[in-house]
């Protein structure tokens, strides 16, 4: 049942912690600083990766394809159902499907393509059993247990999380900050749900014309997320930038009614650029939600601010999300939405 809450969905994304929890059980070894996989015999140990999926998974497989990237492993994601006309792996290369259910047919063809093309295959899912699971050469479980809700909470937060254990596990250990973060994210999500005030943000933009999501870098995948989240259990208007385009088209479209919803996290470069982009949407009056851990000044142009605990970039992006998804269910129930079974979606997508 529902324990209490008003949907599966709000219950999913309270069940995060936990499922966090379980995805990391017994896989951290901190004191040596290495991950263990025991799906996978030894870990495959690629020249370069790509990542295939859908929708949410999509959006796990950009952040996956960062991670890879910044590990030194050339690596890209491509939606599933446009992997035919990408360019064919080369030298050892390993193509990862990122797949809760393990069941949908665009990922599956494009494993299959790949496959065919003589790539080795693994499957980042979540049910045991699953065609994915059956048809690749090696797996990995998010172990987020069952999700009830269309719309993804907690296999998204699980996949980020498996994710991150998997690239570390490819580089062969030896990143204790990145270990830390991982052991600390179910306490840092278990804190941004307790105090977030989203649903009272949430509560002030029921009228808007559209939402704007930005974001950069690791926050780039998160700003697609929460834009996808907010369309497909509220039925408005949602978009997703990184935040640099907002200036080359989609800035046109903002208004006094379009909130902003941007991510900023970190000290860096990225934080300081997405500020910038958020001073241009505020002389174009547009209300600015901020997601941020206060290490920028992004909260100086912002209505309201959404916070999450300083952490490292790779775990901020998983709080972030969170925030979002907060958001997007509020609006959402305000609303009076059928958020578990949104219209015209299925939980699996098991056609072409
Ligand atoms: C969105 C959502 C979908 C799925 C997509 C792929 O909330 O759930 O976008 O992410 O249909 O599904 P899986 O991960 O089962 O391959």
Known sequence: GKSGYDHYMLKEIHEQ?????????????????TVELDELDEPPRPTAVQFVACGTS??????????????????????????????????????????????????LSALREAKGRGARTLALTNVVGSTVSRECDHVI???????IGVAASKTFASQLAALNLFALATANGGDRDGLGALRDLPSEVQAVIDDSTAADVAAEYLDADGYFFIGRGLNYPVALEG????????????????????????????????????IATGDG???????????????????????TDGQSDIERYADHVLPIPETHPR??????????????????????????????LAKSVTVE
């Open 58 to 107: 999509y959006h796990a497989a950009l952040y996956g394809a960062q991670l890879f990237q910044d590990a030194g492993i050339p690596a890209q994601a491509f939606l599933a159902s446009e992997y035919v006309t990408s360019p064919p792996p080369t030298g050892d290369a390993l193509v990862v499907g990122v797949t809760q259910s393990g069941e949908t047919a665009d990922t």
């Open 269 to 291: 470069e990225l934080a300081r650029k997405t500020v910038g982009n958020v001073k241009e949407v505020e002389a174009r009056n547009a209300p600015v939600i901020a997601v």
């Open 141 to 147: 479980y998010i172990r987020a247990g069952p999700e």
């Open 17 to 33: 912690p936990r499922a966090l929890r379980k995805c990391l059980r017994g896989r951290v070894d901190e004191l040596g600083g």
């Open 227 to 262: 834009a996808l989240k907010l369309k497909e259990i509220t039925y408005r208007h949602a978009e997703g930038f990184a935040a640099g385009e907002l200036k080359h088209g989609p800035l046109a479209l903002v208004t006094e009614n379009t909130p902003v919803i941007a």
């Open 315 to 344: 775990t901020a992006a998983v709080l972030a999300n969170v925030q979002l998804q907060l958001f997007a269910y509020h609006t959402a129930a305000r609303l009076g939405r059928s958020i578990d079974k949104p219209r015209n």
